[in-house]
């Protein structure tokens, strides 16, 4: 059967202990590469700037759903996007003035940008992004850059609560906490899943299979014929959705499991 297969990159491809991708994942990736029957595709938070990660592999990979969906790609070529808006972005600016000790990033096409004079020790907690100079919201900064993520870090469960609250003013907005102090907002139609049927509209026959750990691959491994989540998850309700549980990343076994699982020849 033909097959349409998306990874995300973080936990998944990409071990977030050791930064860098496993032999076995690689070898796995070349080998589905090599298929006529398969069209591999990214399903991830990254933007488009840093998907350096990839090394080696990237040039193997002919799609791209980023910025948790809100940005899809056939190659370089942007099918379909999802920017915030002015006022959204000011309506969670206000309430994060509010606690000093809450940064705001916004992610755009390859930047992303600090915005105001907050500092937080959390920033080293998003893996590998390098934060442009603290910017100010200006007419003149929206009219030169499309937003399509935004990323609160916080140090404290308390400030999670704040966030958690003023969130339920927003019924436009839906958001990923993460391990680590940060919330990646998108607005509620956007996230992987949704990027991922722009590109299943080419491929109505393919079997889709989605692998991912985070809690931003739910709606993925929802949508997929067949879902695998990694062993390395600490999401249980991921395991619990997913039709397939990989190895830990770490254990370097993913093409061992591809074989085992029959869904490579």
Not at 47 to 67: A, M, P, T, W
Not at 206 to 233: R, V, W, Y
Request: net charge positive; aromatic share 10%; glycine share 6%.
């Amino acid at each position: 059967m033909k097959k349409l297969i998306f990874f995300d990159i973080d936990g998944t491809l990409r071990s977030n202990e050791k930064k860098a991708i496993p032999n076995q994942t690689k070898k796995l990736i070349q080998k589905l590469a090599q298929d006529p029957d398969v069209k591999l595709g990214i399903a991830t938070g990254r933007n488009y700037g840093r998907l350096d990660v990839l090394q080696e592999i990237r040039h193997l990979f002919k799609y791209f759903v980023l910025s948790n969906g809100a940005l899809t790609m056939i190659g370089d070529q942007v099918i379909d996007e999802v920017c915030f808006d002015q006022k959204s972005i000011i309506k969670v600016q206000r309430e994060i003035q509010k606690d000093a000790t809450i940064t705001m990033t916004l992610f755009g096409f390859e930047k992303a940008f600090t915005v105001g004079n907050q500092t937080n020790d959390n920033l080293d907690n998003i893996n590998d992004f390098e934060i442009e100079n603290p910017i100010t919201l200006t007419k003149d900064f929206f009219l030169l850059h499309k937003i399509y993520q935004m990323t609160l870090l916080y140090q404290k469960d308390f400030q999670k609560i704040k966030i958690q609250h003023f969130l339920t003013k927003m019924k436009e907005l839906k958001a990923y906490f993460w391990e680590g102090g940060y919330v990646d907002l998108m607005y509620q139609k956007v996230d992987k899943s949704y990027g991922i049927k722009q590109i299943k509209k080419l491929y109505p026959n393919h079997q889709l299979i989605c692998m991912g750990d985070g809690p931003n691959d739910f709606e993925m491994l929802k949508l997929a014929d067949i879902s695998i989540t990694m062993g390395n998850t600490k999401i249980q309700e991921l395991k619990s959705i997913a039709n397939l549980v990989s190895p830990h990343i770490d254990e370097d076994l993913i093409y061992d499991f591809f074989k085992q699982a029959r869904l490579i020849k």
